[in-house]
Nanobody, 116 residues
Framework: QVQLVESGGGLVQPGGSLRLSCAAS????????MGWYRQAPGKERELVAT???????NYGDSVKDRFTISSDNAKMTVYLQMNSLKSEDTAVYYC??????????WGQGTQVTVSS
């Protein structure tokens, strides 16, 4: 069994920053890639950013140049640094990890609210 535990969400003013963390644990030694997705009320879940075991990254168009994903493979932890936050970034952010094959694990989600 694999568990993903997210932290770092909260309330922030427009233009502010937050850093999300997601730590993986359980019966697994590494992942092919880890990443973040988000879901706003009434909208579908969308890609925020992913990072592969080799360090290649991919970002959703709406967060490019504002968000940065990084990882610590030894700790099986992925981070999301979010800068210049906008009200439209308000959503529940979910951590995802894929070890390969058909498997895909999700965290419980952490709320990010951008509001003055």
């Amino acid at each position: 069994q694999v568990q993903l535990v997210e932290s770092g969400g909260g309330l922030v003013q427009p233009g502010g920053s937050l850093r999300l963390s997601c730590a993986a644990s359980g019966s697994i030694f590494s992942f092919n890639d880890m990443g973040w997705y988000r879901q706003a009320p009434g909208k579908e879940r969308e890609l925020v950013a992913t990072i592969t075991l080799g360090g290649s990254t991919n970002y959703g168009d709406s967060v490019k140049d504002r968000f940065t994903i990084s990882s610590d493979n030894a700790k099986m932890t992925v981070y999301l640094q979010m800068n210049s936050l906008k009200s439209e970034d308000t959503a529940v952010y979910y951590c995802n990890a894929r070890p390969g094959g058909p498997y895909s694990y999700w965290g419980q989600g952490t709320q990010v609210t951008v509001s003055s």
